[in-house]
């Protein structure tokens, strides 16, 4: 193109020089423009396929949330599967919460996520035993309390709790029993009267039964599993003697035979006027039954080893 003009031009001066004034002045215009085109194609290469390619040319893909959400969540269930094949259950459920319904492996997802919940508890299950075991109860039951917040209703991990619970009692009252030998000559009439140990917290036996089977307000009946045993009720009172309230618990009690069989209240108890969880404030009382299965014997003691106590009182039926 350049060539062909530079021949244009070369070709307009000869011209210039043939002609009259007027005629050379409108070739001098022709010479201008064709010098300003021919600087403009110097100045802008004329690249070929240019001015094409910006047109029509479609932007650059761009992922919509959707989309975005979705490779997340695709993610999130390939890891899953990846912690469940290391038997990292804990890491795996929270991968695998991470699954929407919109992505194609939701259902595979939820599976896979009842299975590692399933596994995380029995693993844990397994490492509160261990705990159990070595004599480490507190730590058995920080365990089972973690599996019992996820799995509410597994039984099995209740009963290891429980019987944690009542070794750390039978520790508590060892290693803080400082209470007098019981004068069991004294201890029936003693029993309404209030008995304090170095806390602040003080205990009365108002009234007591026996029986074989108990019926509770809501339809369950109790029966007595060998001959031997006794259901024992014990209408418990507690003051607090103390300058600050302290919670008391139907759980803060046991009851032991004279040889030292300690039990702890029986489900039982949880059917009329029990005694229930409450705070109590300085001064105040609280009373209700505690229901005890244990062998047949007209003496028993009575211990409470909560936060405000501990107190010992002889039970003499």
Excluded at 55 to 65: A, D, H, L, S, T
């Amino acid at each position: 193109m350049v060539r062909l003009l530079l021949i244009g031009i070369a070709v307009l001066i000869l011209m210039l020089a043939k002609k009259g004034p007027g005629y050379r002045l409108v070739i001098s215009m022709a010479v201008t423009t064709i010098i300003i085109v021919s600087l403009g194609a110097f100045l802008v290469p004329d690249t070929p396929g240019t001015l094409e390619e910006g047109i029509g040319k479609p932007p650059p893909e761009v992922k919509n949330e959707n989309q975005e959400t979705l490779d997340r969540s695709n993610q999130a269930y390939v890891n899953g599967l990846k912690a469940i094949n290391r038997k990292d259950y804990s890491t795996a459920i929270g991968f695998l919460i991470q699954v929407v319904p919109e992505d194609e492996h939701y259902q595979d997802a939820r599976a896979a996520l009842e299975r590692a919940q399933r596994e995380r508890d029995r693993q844990l299950l397994a490492e509160g035993k261990s705990k159990i075991e070595a004599g480490d109860y507190e730590a058995a039951v920080k365990i089972f309390e973690k599996i019992l917040a996820y799995s509410p209703g597994f039984a099995e991990a209740k009963e290891l709790k429980r019987q944690a619970e009542e070794k750390i009692r039978a520790q508590q009252i060892k290693e803080t029993d400082k209470t007098p030998a019981i004068d069991w000559g004294a201890a029936k009439n003693r029993m309404t009267k209030w008995d304090y140990g170095p806390g602040t917290v003080g205990i009365a036996v108002d009234r007591t039964r026996v029986s074989t089977s108990v019926n509770t307000d809501f339809g369950f009946h109790y029966e007595a599993r060998d001959n031997d045993g006794q259901y024992v009720w014990l209408l418990v009172s507690a003051i607090n003697s103390g300058g600050i309230s302290v919670t008391v618990s139907t759980d803060d009690f046991t009851l032991s035979t004279v040889d030292g069989n300690m039990v702890a209240r029986n489900e039982a108890t949880f059917s009329q006027d029990y005694f229930k969880t409450v705070n109590l404030s300085p001064g105040k009382t609280t009373s209700g039954w505690i229901i005890f299965f244990m062998p047949k014997n007209n003496r028993y003691l009575l211990r409470y080893h909560g936060p405000g106590g501990p107190v010992e009182k002889g039970i003499v039926l």
